[in-house]
């Protein structure tokens, strides 16, 4: 359930300084093999596609908080024009120091597997500048990637945009009253069926328009694949719940929340990419699953981490509605790629 706290309106000290992600020092994540052999993470500018990347068994991410520009963005431009600053409070970089955007670079793992990878640079707290590599989808130790493409002037990246999507535009959801109705023509109030508690009455709807490229590219459903009449479109990270009675002796439960990437298998499950795509975001009292093309997908959960990561065009109506909102994850069990391969593949010989 979401829990309201004693006060009903927000004071400023509850409001996030900045923008909260979690970033990897540049030794972390150094160059394993290839032209740039040896290197901690290189500038966009400088690295080359071909070089394969590994994340030190050992390495940690960090939490940097940013304050950037009013939009949320930041733009890789001119040494001399910052893309933001070091948020008050941040556990990593110096509070007040600039931080720039050096670009982009693309990486893929031997599964397929894409991550975005932004270069930042801040003034270091002994002098020079410190490289900070930021994934905008989980970066795995243990794991070889390989550098598919670079741009040292991506243009504006909405930082924030990394955990905003949901359902893509034109996806039908199922009404209390047994009617099915596109996600865009929601609003709050309307009457949603849940599988856990019924019919529950939309709280918020959020909606983002994306380049539909790497980290951000849909994942379709194909029409029968899990009984769903239309194509299912998501954002990669997106839940979808499904029941596996076999899974028990593996993951422990039947009941499992497994995201829409990891389901992909390139002929009945597709990563969509090109064009531009709009995720819309639904909120009720609890982080419910609720059904989407007859499958069974969960809502936004919503919690003062995903607060810090939403565009504040959205956060803030969010934050202003519900003071203090703390959602319990639903039950199913979040499983990894590995996990979902074994049980739709079957274990390795």
Do not use: K
């Not at 070889?144 to 905003?164: E, F, H, K, N, S």
């Amino acid at each position: 359930m979401i829990r309201h706290p004693a006060r009903t309106t927000p004071t400023p000290a509850d409001a996030p300084p900045g923008v909260a992600v979690r970033v990897f020092a540049a030794a972390d994540l150094r160059v394993d093999s290839g032209a740039n052999a040896g290197d901690a993470l290189p500038l966009p500018a400088d690295s080359i596609d071909g070089d394969y990347y590994r994340l030190a068994d050992a390495a940690r991410a960090g939490s940097l908080t940013l304050a950037l520009a009013p939009d949320n963005s930041a733009t890789a431009a001119a040494p001399d024009a910052p893309a933001g600053h070091v948020a008050r409070g941040s556990e990593t970089g110096t509070a007040g120091a600039p931080v720039w955007l050096r670009g982009r670079i693309s990486l893929m793992a031997p599964d397929g597997d894409m991550v975005e990878l932004l270069v930042l640079e801040s003034p270091g707290p002994e002098g020079g500048m410190a490289r900070l590599a930021l994934p905008l989808s989980p970066l795995a130790g243990q794991r070889i990637y390989t550098q598919i493409g670079a741009d040292a002037c991506p243009g504006p990246i909405r930082l924030t945009d990394m955990v905003a999507g949901a359902f893509a535009t034109g996806t039908h959801i199922a009404m209390a009253d047994g009617s099915q109705m596109p996600v865009e023509a929601l609003a709050p109030g309307m009457a949603v069926i849940t599988r856990d508690h019924g019919a529950q009455p939309l709280r918020w709807v959020g909606s983002v328009r994306l380049r539909a490229q790497g980290a951000f590219a849909p994942v379709a459903v194909m029409p029968g694949v899990m009984g769903n009449p239309r194509a299912l479109v998501v954002s990669p990270h997106h839940r979808l719940f499904l029941y596996r009675r076999d899974a028990r002796a593996l993951a422990g439960a039947a009941e499992l929340l497994v995201q829409a990437r990891h389901l992909a298998d390139g002929q009945t499950i597709l990563r969509r990419e090109g064009g531009f795509v709009t995720y819309h975001s639904l909120v009720f009292d609890r982080h419910e699953v609720i059904y989407a093309e007859g499958m069974p997908c969960e809502s936004l959960l919503v919690c003062p981490a995903t607060l810090t990561r939403l565009p504040e065009d959205l956060a803030e109506p969010l934050r202003a509605q519900f003071p203090g909102l703390d959602q319990a994850r639903h039950t199913g069990l979040d499983v990894a790629r590995e996990i979902v391969s074994v049980l739709r593949d079957g274990p390795a010989p």
